[in-house]
């Protein structure tokens, strides 16, 4: 067990476990008293007690009260003491003229004793309760309608100030780890301003916010005191040390003297806030021209006027939130409304006004979809948020995640802790890495505070007693790669929006369906009329044909030459229009017949192809390059073989070169999917026509440059190669010559080695 | 050579018809019926009281009617009386659903009608040599006998 700590043993190293409640001791300008009920004798009393009675005060112990007070006085405390509870709230009961000096006289119950505290009045008059009164209702009429917490507390305080007269008074407030922030300042010229500074937590340890949560208001008249101790040192009903919780007059910590003295406080004054019954903050009221006693009608006052400020400020805070919240449901109205018009939600996201950082404060925000990451303002690196993204989609099946400092689950993200300590990160889709993220700074990067809280304690001249920190320079914090905490509402926003883009991605894929539905169907319908229309064509085609021959049969004798001619012009014209059919039907029919994948030695299907234009081959004296052998891929073999066909025929037609040449070969990427191609040293083609000579029929030359034919075999080549899910393309520089490519993606390709 | 056996053309394209009947012509003298609907087919036959049934049948796949070729096809080949007579089918069709179709329901031969003259009078003489000069037909067996 650790040992206590009290007023007689604290230094800097335990005062966060000083039982300052137990400092056997009081302040010197009143005195106090403990009595026994009912007997009403004297248990304790302050060493200074005495005096105003011309006792010592070891001469008061076990006296009766009324050895002390006249009966008047006594009948007037037994009477208020019986009338009130009074535990743990000192009451005024009484002002009483002792050696002639008034006293106001407070009383509470506490650790089984009945406590009387004895104040001495100002010689020079207490403010009217009137005044008080008047002051008070002004005060409160005008803190009431404050706008924002800020408004409310800069209201407050300057009331406050200008009430009591204090040289400074701040609304202190307590942040999640316990440290404190400077909301709200009024402080006469001259003086250290403290606005907007954060102090560590260890500046007020836990003890001291334990009593202030006990009573509305502590003052000290004069921080440079020496404490009167209280005789004897125990309580003689629990015989342990006196509880002095509750004390009006209960001497403070040495520590906490020594704080304010390096503050260069005389008097103090700090009032409790509570907000939902928990510590919310403090109005710590600073003189520092000399020591300054409150009146006990100006305290009660603001001790009422604290209170006020405990019950509204969780309606101001609220209130605040409540802009906040109307503010977010207002953008995020907006986002969705932006993204269901343009679809592109990730757009909307990062380039639309609003986007994700008018959403929620946060200085960087990502979108990652489709492995596509968009950033904006202050974010990590894009290789950095792949990272992240990676880590949060194997550790967190969460739908949103929202954490302050990310390096303690993910330490990797020390190295963008100055945009990104602290991550809100929604999923759209457990099935894919589709995230909406929001980044926030290290707080480092943001704080400043007053005292480094890292630097260590002063060492006071004796040498003997440590003091609290005396420099007060603006020092930037150390809670390390932490970040602002993300609010609920917050949260909640985020989570919103998250089911609105979900609606808005649903929406478009179900549009896409239908619009996919209606192209299926359209296609296929094109591809029948193509099929039924060329058959259908062909019949009467078939009969110009014959009929034109026939009547060649028929009456050559009687025709003169050129209606022969004509005649047969017709003939050869209805044999192009049946080519072309054919065409139009083999391209058709390429989208509708199943496809067969089996592995395929590409060097055999080349060689095939080869084969077959022996003859053109031989007739050109080309020749064929295979610069390595081919792979054997998964492929439909009818089909890859009519692609090189086409190709290498192509390759062979067009070149006019008196050297040709004709190279087939591939590349492979690191994904696995094969690049095919096939080389000439020919005609070349000019960039403007490198879209056109995939259009079906569309000709470059003359149906009798070249060699002539339908103009089908590119349409047909490609439409191949799509239909594996490849594509098709062509480089090339006129008169230089082509090289047609055309990819297998990697599913299909399989490669299985060259040979 | 003695081509005088009667040959039947189911064709419902006049052209068709009459460019069919005119090539066969220069390869012999058959005597040649016509069915332009598919449902004629059969009642044809049936009527036919010269008791000399077509040697060999040319059928159109697509005829107009609710009787196509496809089930004319069917129709004479459960008929005990005319199944064994060799139906060639000549179409516009190169369909290899339709060339399937037709070798599963019996028929003899499917030729793809083309649009050049010249391949047609060669496929109309490829066909009358084989079934005429090469095969045996059962017709002829029959009335022999």
Not at chain 1, 475 to 503: F, G, M, N, T
Not at chain 1, 533 to 558: Q, W
Not at chain 1, 614 to 626: F, N, P, S, Y
Not at chain 2, 91 to 120: E, I, Q, W
């Amino acid at each position: 067990m650790m040992a206590t700590v009290t007023a007689k043993n604290v230094d800097l190293s335990n005062c966060d476990r000083e039982q300052i409640q137990f400092s056997g001791a009081i302040l010197p300008h009143g005195f106090l008293l403990t009595i026994r009920e009912p007997e009403f004798t004297i248990l304790q009393a302050s060493q200074n007690a005495g005096l105003s009675f011309n006792m010592q005060s070891s001469e008061l112990l076990g006296l009766p009260l009324t050895s002390l007070l006249d009966p008047k006085q006594v009948d007037t405390v037994r009477e208020k003491t019986q009338q009130d509870a009074l535990d743990g709230a000192p009451t005024r009961i009484a002002i009483f003229q002792l050696q002639g000096q008034e006293w106001n006289v407070l009383a509470h119950r506490y650790d089984q004793v009945l406590f009387l505290e004895f104040e001495p009045r100002s010689t020079h008059g207490e403010p009217s309760v009137e005044d008080l009164y008047s002051e008070l209702r002004k005060a409160i009429a005008k803190i009431q309608h404050a706008k924002s917490s800020q408004e409310f507390l800069d209201l407050a305080v300057r009331r406050i100030r200008a009430f009591t007269g204090f040289d400074r008074v701040m609304a202190y407030k307590f942040l999640q780890d316990g440290s404190g922030w400077v909301r709200s300042e009024s402080v006469i010229e001259g003086q250290t301003e403290y606005m907007g500074l954060h102090f560590p937590p260890s500046d007020i340890p836990a003890p001291a916010k334990r009593l202030f949560t006990l009573s509305w208001l502590r003052h000290q008249p004069d921080i440079h005191y020496t404490p009167v101790p209280i005789v004897p040192e125990n309580n003689p009903v629990t015989g342990g040390p006196l509880d002095l919780s509750y004390a009006v007059l209960r001497s403070v910590s040495v520590m906490y003297t020594g704080y304010l003295k390096n503050m260069g406080t005389d008097a103090s004054m700090v009032m409790t806030l509570l907000k939902d019954g928990r510590l919310w903050g403090l109005i710590a009221c600073h003189h520092h021209s000399g020591p300054k006693h409150v009146p006990y009608e100006v305290r009660a006052a603001c001790e009422f006027l604290a209170n006020m400020v405990s019950l509204l400020i969780s309606e101001k805070e609220d209130l605040e939130f409540s802009g906040y919240k109307l503010k977010l449901k207002d953008t995020q109205a907006r986002l969705v409304e932006a993204m269901s018009r343009s679809g592109e939600f990730a757009e909307v996201l990062i380039k639309g006004k609003p986007n994700l950082l008018d959403l929620l404060r946060s200085e960087g925000a990502a979108v990652v979809s489709d492995g596509k990451i968009s950033l904006i303002g202050k974010a990590p690196t894009e290789d950095q948020v792949k990272s992240l993204v990676e880590w949060l989609a194997s550790h967190n099946a969460d739908e949103v995640f929202a954490t302050d400092s990310v390096v303690t689950v993910f330490p990797e993200a020390e190295d963008f802790k100055e945009v990104a300590s602290g991550i809100l990160a929604i999923r759209f889709a457990a099935t894919k890495k589709d995230y909406l993220l929001w980044f926030r700074p290290e707080v480092l990067q943001a704080v400043h505070w007053a005292g480094d809280p890292h630097k260590p304690v002063d060492i006071s001249d004796d040498g003997q007693r440590l003091l609290p920190r005396t420099s007060f320079a603006l020092w930037k914090e150390s809670v390390r790669l932490k970040s602002e905490p993300w609010l609920d509402l917050e949260i909640q926003a985020a989570h919103e929006l998250r089911i609105a883009i979900l609606e808005v991605i649903l929406r478009q894929s179900e549009k896409l369906g239908d619009l996919y539905k209606n192209l299926e169907r359209s296609h296929m319908e094109l591809d029948a009329f193509a099929y039924v229309a060329s058959h259908d064509l062909k019949e009467p085609l078939r009969g110009i044909h014959n009929y034109s021959r026939f009547l060649l049969e028929d009456c050559a004798d009687r025709l003169r030459p050129d209606e022969v001619d004509k005649l047969r012009s017709m003939a050869r014209l209805t044999q192009r229009m049946e080519d072309l059919l054919d065409s139009l039907l083999h391209y058709s029919r390429i989208s509708r017949n199943e496809l067969k994948p089996k592995l395929c030695d590409l060097n055999k299907t080349v060689a095939e192809v080869l084969e077959s234009l022996q003859l053109r081959i031989a007739e050109t004296g080309t020749e064929i390059r295979i610069p390595r052998a081919l792979p054997s891929i998964e492929i439909d073999a009818s089909s890859i073989s009519e692609v090189f066909s086409n190709l290498i025929s192509n390759a062979l037609k067009y070149n006019d070169k008196p050297e040709k040449w004709v190279e087939i070969g591939y590349k492979q990427s690191d994904g696995g999917s094969l690049t095919f191609y096939v080389r000439d040293n020919g005609i070349g083609i000019a960039p403007e026509h490198f879209a056109p000579i995939f259009m079906i029929f569309r000709r470059l030359h003359g149906p009798k440059e070249f060699g002539g034919g339908t103009g089908a075999g590119l349409t047909i080549a490609r439409k191949i190669v799509q239909r594996h899910g490849g594509h098709m393309w062509v480089e090339s520089a006129p008169g230089e010559g082509s090289t047609f490519y055309f990819t297998v993606p990697a599913a299909e390709s399989e490669a299985k080695g060259a040979n | 050579m003695h081509r005088n056996d009667p040959i039947l053309i189911v064709e419902d394209n006049d052209e068709d018809y009459y460019a069919t009947a005119r090539v066969l012509a220069k390869f012999g003298s058959f005597p040649v019926s016509r069915c332009s609907r598919g449902a004629e087919v059969i009642d044809n036959l049936n009527a036919d009281k010269s008791h000399r049934p077509p040697s060999l049948i040319f059928l159109d796949l697509n005829l107009i009617g609710k009787r196509d070729g496809r089930t004319v096809l069917t129709d004479l080949k459960a008929d005990p009386r005319y199944r064994r007579i060799p139906v060639v089918v000549m179409t516009t069709s190169s369909n290899p659903s339709d060339v399937r179709h037709c070798f599963d329901h019996g028929a003899a031969g499917y030729m793809v009608k083309p649009v050049n003259l010249d391949k047609f009078v060669e496929s109309i003489e490829g066909i009358i040599k084989y079934w005429f000069e090469i095969m045996t037909l059962p017709a002829k067996v029959e009335g022999a006998s």
